[in-house]
């Protein structure tokens, strides 16, 4: 699945917004792969990721920078 960075904060965690759903999925820096440090994201950055059910819903995991 893919989508883009919506939103980074200063706690390690961000919001990737999907095409096609409402809801922002939630990341933690702790599921990036491939390299990728937290540090280097931007907003507007599409990222590929899997789905999976957190202790609060779903969450982004394997999150990885596409291109």
């Not at 893919?2 to 999925?25: Q, S």
């Amino acid at each position: 699945m893919t989508g883009t960075i919506k939103t980074l904060t200063a706690k390690g965690f961000g919001f990737i917004a999907r095409p096609g759903e409402a809801k922002d999925l939630f990341f933690h820096s702790k599921e990036l792969q491939g390299g990728v440090t937290y540090e280097s994201l931007q907003v507007g950055q599409t990222v590929s990721f899997e789905v999976t059910e957190g202790p609060k819903g779903p969450a982004a995991t394997n999150v990885q920078l596409v291109g």
